[in-house]
């Protein structure tokens, strides 16, 4: 539930989380359930809903939480992906998939996240900017060759020719 809704929101504040991490915890949920290969079909309760949901609707306006953003960067970046797997460093998660297209080239995507901001992650990781792009929680495209790992998911898409 999101901090700030009452009544809206189905717990008490004590409970809530600010719009960043409602986000965040969105796309790690979904992430931890394909990773367990056990889980079918997941939903998020509702679309449209100001305490819970993707979009807030109160005062007659349709008003999209970062949630619905980062909703639509997984599926974006994920489409037609399969799961490979799921690795756990000391609370670095990194969800690996990959994709083959058409032309046999093959995409591997990494999501990666920590369970929480406070992890230490001095070591950035590099990027080879020639294969590989980095796409934020919320789908922007970053131009670093380096970055760290925080709380919220970010995509290291690593595109090779199928040999």
Known sequence: PITNTAPYAPTSENDCVDLETHADFLVRYYLLALASCVVKNVYWHQLIAPGYG???????????????????????????????????????????????????????????????DSIDNNQPMNIDTKTQKLITRDGLEQNDTSFKISGSPVYLITQSEHS
């Open 54 to 116: 993707l979009i807030d609707n109160r005062e007659n306006k349709l008003v999209k939480y970062p949630a619905y953003t980062a909703f639509k960067t997984m599926l974006l970046q994920l489409k037609k992906s399969n799961f490979v797997n799921l690795k756990n460093d000391n609370g670095v998660y990194c969800a690996t998939f990959e994709n083959q297209d058409d032309s046999k080239d093959i995409k591997k995507t990494e999501v990666f996240w920590s369970i929480s």
